[in-house]
């Protein structure tokens, strides 16, 4: 288990900019979500659709904040791990 995270942790801290794409990734998709509760909000009527549109908008900004989350992890926590271990 521990070989497993730390070949993961190597992989992924040796990417930034693969990280850097993710975090934008995840932004992008979490204003997307914002935006779809927003327009359930505003524009829908009072309906069943309502609901299961504010509900698809916020299960996709959760997803988005996660995969923000990922991104970051990556290109910070995981990166200066990377580096502490790192076998010259």
Not at 20 to 42: E, H, P, T
Not at 63 to 72: A, H, I, K, P
Request: aromatic content about 8%; glycine content about 10%; some cysteine.
């Amino acid at each position: 288990m521990k070989n497993a995270i730390h070949k993961l942790a190597m992989k992924l801290g040796n990417n930034p900019r693969q990280a850097l794409i993710k975090m934008i990734q995840g932004g992008l998709v979490f204003v997307f979500g914002v935006l779809m509760l927003m327009v359930a909000d505003r524009v829908i009527v009072e309906s069943l659709a309502q609901e299961i549109m504010a509900l698809f908008g916020l299960i996709l900004a959760g997803c988005g904040v996660l995969w923000t989350l990922f991104g970051y992890l990556s290109m910070s926590v995981l990166r200066i791990y990377h580096m502490i271990n790192k076998k010259d």
